[in-house]
């Protein structure tokens, strides 16, 4: 169980398009969904907490603008890069977490992450 | 603030060997949640375990076994008579108790296990 998936695992796209990836929960509701942005051979960096039905809550120095975050459903929290430029290309990865889902309600589940090339 | 040290960027061993991966934190909360999570080379991370504050006991899983010294903020991670399939990036992260959500990880670890 818990289970989180991203869509689409890789994609290249030409600098001045917009990429959406989505993240999703197989098995159980998010309450909670978070987007992590990590460079190579670095850390993870909180982009963005997502509440479902309400609007992202974005960390300090991250562009709301650029990086759209809906969360739509309780099952499924898109990122949207708008306007891509090469220094967006990274390594974005989304995480979900359920209160009272198990014992380990403090625990974020983690989804397999999705590289983004912008040329 | 809340900050995570893990001062050892990489780490090479021969299988078999024990290894141990430092993790040294900042924080002014009194309650508060440490974590360990492996990054395998697919990407994905993988939880490993959570600690909170007013468990000091050491925990043993395995070959896995991490060591909480309140006294010294450290939760280090030691993975005995490592195998390659370790070889991953380790990460420990913090949050409070009231923000459990929120983490903070460290820099990382890459551990390099060769046969």
């Known amino acids: 169980g818990a289970v989180v998936s991203q869509h689409p695992s890789r994609v290249i796209c030409k600098s001045g398009t917009s990429v959406k990836i989505e993240c999703r929960s197989l098995?159980?509701?998010?309450?909670?969904m978070f987007w992590y942005r990590q460079f190579p051979k670095q850390s993870l960096m909180l982009m963005a907490t997502?509440?479902?039905?309400?609007?992202?809550?974005?960390e300090q120095g991250v562009e709301k603008d650029k990086f759209l975050i809906n969360h739509a459903s309780l099952t499924l929290s898109t990122l949207t890069v708008t306007s891509a430029h090469p220094e967006d290309s990274s390594f974005y990865i989304c995480?979900?977490?359920?209160?009272?889902?198990?014992?380990?309600?403090?625990?974020?589940?983690f989804g397999p992450g999705t590289r983004l090339t912008v040329t | 603030a809340q900050k995570v040290t893990q001062a050892q960027t990489e780490i090479s061993v021969v299988e078999k060997e024990d290894v141990t991966l430092d993790c040294v934190y900042e924080?002014?909360?009194?309650?508060?949640?440490l974590f360990w999570y492996k990054q395998p080379p697919s990407g994905e991370l993988v939880f490993l375990i959570r600690?909170?504050?007013?468990?000091?006991q050491n925990e043993i899983s395995g070959r896995y076994s991490w060591n909480f010294q309140k006294s010294t903020s450290s939760f280090n991670f030691t993975i005995t008579a490592s195998q390659v399939v370790d070889s991953a990036v380790y990460f420990c992260?913090?949050?409070?108790?009231?923000?459990?959500?929120?983490?903070?990880f460290g820099t990382g670890t890459r551990l390099q296990v060769f046969p």
């Open positions: 600690r909170n504050s007013f468990d000091e």
């Open positions: 924080t002014r909360d009194t309650t508060y949640y």
């Open positions: 098995d159980f509701q998010a309450t909670t």
């Open positions: 995480s979900a977490s359920a209160s009272g889902f198990t014992a380990s309600s403090y625990e974020q589940y």
């Open positions: 997502s509440n479902e039905g309400s609007k992202a809550t974005y």
């Open positions: 992260a913090l949050s409070d108790l009231y923000n459990t959500d929120k983490l903070i």
